[in-house]
Every structure is written in C-alpha cells, then in structure tokens.
C-alpha cells in the first residue's frame, strides 16, 4: 500500500519512458506519504491493445494518440 | 467518466465484434447519461490469455466458449 | 466471461439509472456474442467517491458532472 | 488515455493528500507524455476498507500503516 | 507480487470469513510460490454494493446470493 | 461471484503452476462460501510483462523474483 496502476496504449511510450512513469510516480507517492512507505509502494504499467480503448465509442490508435501528443490530433 | 472494462477470454471474439461492443456498449450509456457526456465516456476492451480463467476452478478456454455459444459446450 | 465494470462517480446517477446501465449494456453484449452467453455475462457498477476521480489533475465531483449533463458544465 | 488508478486503505490519508496525490501524479505524467495529453489523462484515488487489505496473509489496518509511517510499525 | 483481489457483494459475508479468505488464499499461493515470497503476497477484498453486480442482466442481492448458499436460490 | 483476480509477473509461474493456482484458490473460497456457489466462483490469472511493475520505484523482472524464490535475491 499504495498500489498503483497506470493504464496505457499498447506502442505510444518507450520502455524507458514507462520506468521513468514509474520512478516518477513512486517519487510522487513517497514525497507525500514519507520515506517509510516507499518499500510498499508499488506502481505498475499495465498497457492494452492499440484500437481496444474507446473514447466516445470511436477506437483510439497508438497512432492517434502520437498525433495528440504532436498537437496534430 | 463513465469507464466501462468488457473483460473477454482472447481468441473468442474477431476484431469486428470488439469494435461493435465498444459502440454498442458507449451508446447505451449515452442513452442513459446524456450526449454531453459522450466525449469522456471511455470503454476499453481488456482481453485474458484463453485458459487462465476459471470457473468453478476449471481453465474455460475459447474454444468452449465458442461451443457454449453454439450450444455444444 | 464477459465480465463488464462500469465505473462512475457516487452520486451523479439513481439506483434505476444505473439498474437500467446493466440491462441495457448486457443486452449490447448478448447481441453481438449470441444468447447462450447471457447467463454467464456479468455486469458490475463501481462508484468511486466524489472528489476522487481527477481530469487533467482537477477532482471531478458529481456536482460538475451534473453541470457537464447539463450543458452549464 | 493514461488512466492512472491510486489504491489505498481507508483512513491512512488525508482528503487534502488524497488531491496532493491526484496533482503530482498528474503532473508526473505530463512531464513524460507532454501537455497536449493533460485533459485526458485521468488519476482516481481507490479506497480499500481498512483491514481489508492484507500482506503475507495478515490484515493491514490503517492505524498499522500509520505506525509504518512514523518508523513505530 | 503476487497480488490477489478477491471481489465480492457486501453483505454476504461476516468479517470473520473476509479475514479467513485472506488467510487461505494467501496460503494457496504461497504453497505454489514457495515461502520467500510470502512477504510480498497482497490479497485485498473488494465489496460491491448489493444490487450493483449484475448475472444476466438482473441484479444480484446479498439477500439472493445467501438463498443460492442454502440451495433454495 | 465471488470473482478472483491473481495478478502476476510474466515469466515466473509455469501454465501448470497457474492451472493449480486457479484450482487451489477456487477450493479455498468454496471452502468458506459453500460448494452452491462454486459455479459462480470465476478466478482469473491477469500477467503483466517483466519490468512493468515497480516495488519501491525499481522495476521488477521475472529473474528477480526467481532470485528471491530460491533466496538469492
């Protein structure tokens, strides 16, 4: 305690953008829980297929959300 | 919010269909909360290896679903 | 399987709005996977407390939401 | 998309560390995917009951992990 | 890890029993994982509303799950 | 209901492992719930890939956990 669970696209993050998601967010955690609870703290990424995450009953791609990030979404 | 998880066994139902259940499945809650929340109702289609679901301790596998869905199982 | 999670904020919907939410989202899912799989076709509400679901790092509390259905949002 | 889901047992935090949470892992999260992904990256905060939520097969209460905060656990 | 949620309809079980299902499952695991993993074997309860968890489309209750116990659901 | 999610590491238990876990775990439910509800007690085995779950900040790996199993960890 805490979990935490960071759903993501299948093929938008790098893998050294997923460990610095979970440095990142543990440092967050720890930051207001206390150094105590850091070795209870676990965050992990759980990724779901490009097409099967719908937003308004359309698919999002990992395509379409690299063009959001480029502000050409 | 709404987020909507539909869990399925992987290999039962074709691309086509996972599509169909996100719009199905987005518009009857639209019917139910109001077009204005369309755009942050979220579905997701999370899908888990065929045979690591058990029911009443026994591995269900796509292909008895599919027989069960014919009414062989 | 299937196994839906439907997810909302407490207080934004009524006991027969979200009873109606599992009729209607069942029915979706036994269109498109035939009418054997209805009995095993679970769907569950998960109501997380007002305040506690953040977009883009603000609470969304069931009074916003409302606002949002409304169009004064 | 990400979707960001924060467990914790009942009565260890604080409704102001609870939003403090929400904040800083939304802003972690943004720092690594960019701004244009702030409005649809979501972070909720998920309560277990305390002594719901055990490790090693024993319950953690709320006042146990508090002890584990203040280095008395 | 390993990490167990077990969910059930509150109201069905005593916390006596939520407190043996921790102990039990936690012990069925580690029988398979070996005893140094014991430490880090997470099992949690999760409780849904009695009446928000649908089979079929029709709401389950805590009243009808203890019918379904007793064999005259 | 009850429903059983058992999240592991990739890479660390065999498909023979996971069938017993699924087996053990469902008779210890049935154990305290009663064998009426066996056929609605559904326990599923949810992987995530080695390195996409952190304990303290550092990524686990399924080599890790092999390590702490025999005790090199």
Chains 1, 2, 3, 4, 5, 6 share one sequence.
């Not at 993050?13 to 829980?33: G, H, P, Y």
Request: net charge negative; proline share 3%.
């Amino acid at each position: 305690m805490p979990l935490v669970d960071i759903h993501l696209i299948k093929g938008v993050f790098s893998d050294q953008q997923k460990r610095q998601m979970i440095e990142k967010v543990t440092d967050s955690l720890v930051s207001i829980e206390g150094e105590a609870l850091r070795g209870v703290t676990w965050v992990r990424i759980l990724e779901v297929a490009s097409g099967d995450w719908g937003i308004g009953g359309r698919p999002m791609t990992a395509e379409a959300v690299r063009h959001l990030q480029q502000g050409t979404g």
